[in-house]
């Protein structure tokens, strides 16, 4: 596929991923870790994916690790990397890359993609159509086909096709609905009319932004306030003093919900591979039972570890430095670290996030 000149790419890069805790934290987040054991980096991956299909990518992430993020893409330059000083929400990190976007490039196209997801397949297919529909004035989702009727993801409803020659599978979008129960994502699925919501937003600069500007107008003229500011010598200022006033709002709540009831966003069908590494379990679908990661900082390929089973199906092992042995626990999860140890299951993958505020609550912020 043809690189899309007109389309740059935003990374929001932020997040402390406590559901992966002891692997993933506050300081050494999952986007920065190679949890697959491919070498790269989930933040890595995600950039080399979008390099050669982009015009450009801008990656916003927070100060703390703004070092770590320039270290990993060596290739962006520094005015690539724009660090938050503190956490906002996705809203305010997109809009702000689409308003510095503006005034560097204009009305550009702009694209954002999570740091720590899982693609492979025909994504850039998918990508050209939603360049295409996003040309034509729509604020552009891309929906993945359903794997099954999981309730770990949101729901995209597809509505009537919209006709756009070159964007053929291009429809309107409904609505968007958060995590449904079993019996509801089961009833989604017999629709065919639903897609998992992945968080890929395709629009013109403007477009988006003028959205804001009629949803979040404080939001909107704070981040526009800031971009002017960015590539001058009163950046720092117009940023201490402008962002922590920024609305903490994801881009779901602010732009893409109101704006599909009100039809303006349109979804094109992902039919690629997509997984969003939130916990042990969806890892653990992507690793070989009893792989074995390192837990430093670098890159290495997974090594594996002595796991001894014993009725115990599927243990997931990583980081350990000894053998493992397992008797009558399905689905087992051990994960070892210098200084912690976490042991739970797959089903019980999601409450590894209150592990970090009982941590948290002892006062061991050292550890999180």
Do not use: C
């Not at 000894?322 to 009558?328: E, N, P, Q, S, T």
């Amino acid at each position: 596929m043809n690189r899309i000149t007109d389309l740059f790419a935003i990374v929001p890069a932020g997040g402390a991923g406590t559901r992966l805790w002891p692997l993933s934290r506050a300081d050494r987040p999952k986007f920065l870790l190679d949890l697959l054991g491919t070498g790269r980096s989930l933040l890595q991956a995600t950039v080399d994916r979008l390099d050669p299909l982009v015009a450009g990518t801008i990656v916003v992430t927070g100060q703390v690790h703004a070092e770590a993020v320039r270290a990993q893409l060596p290739h962006l330059g520094a005015d690539d990397v724009l660090a938050e000083p503190s956490p906002r929400d996705s809203m305010a990190a997109i809009g702000l890359a689409a308003a510095v976007l503006v005034e560097r490039h204009g009305d550009v196209l702009v694209g954002s993609f999570a740091a720590d997801h899982v693609v492979a397949g025909d994504f850039a297919g998918a990508l050209e159509q939603a360049a295409v529909a996003a040309r034509e004035g729509h604020v552009v989702t891309i929906g993945i086909t359903p794997r099954g009727p999981s309730t770990a993801f949101g729901y995209i409803h597809a509505g009537r096709t919209l006709g756009l020659a070159g964007a053929p599978d291009a429809r309107a979008a409904r609505g968007f609905t958060e995590k449904p129960d079993q019996v509801t994502a089961a009833r989604y699925l017999a629709t065919g009319d639903y897609r998992w919501n992945a968080g890929i937003f395709v629009a013109r600069a403007s477009v988006l932004l003028d959205h804001l500007a009629q949803q979040r107008p404080a939001l909107h003229d704070g981040v526009r306030e800031i971009a002017r500011a960015w590539d001058t010598p009163e950046r720092a200022a117009v940023l201490a003093r402008v962002w922590p006033t920024l609305e903490r709002i994801a881009i779901d709540h602010a732009i893409a919900e109101p704006v599909a009831a009100a039809g303006g966003v349109a979804v094109v069908p992902g039919d690629f591979a997509w997984d969003d590494l939130g916990d042990f379990a969806a890892l653990a679908a992507h690793l070989a039972d009893d792989a074995a990661f390192p837990t430093g900082d670098d890159a290495s390929p997974p090594s594996r570890a002595e796991v001894v089973a014993v009725d115990a199906a599927h243990p997931l092992v990583l980081g350990a430095d000894r053998l493992v042995a397992v008797v009558g626990v399905d689905g087992v999860v051990v994960v070892q670290t210098p200084d912690a140890l976490l042991v739970t299951t797959r089903d019980r993958a999601q409450q590894v996030k209150d592990v970090v505020d009982a941590v948290r609550a002892r006062g061991r912020d050292d550890l999180v």
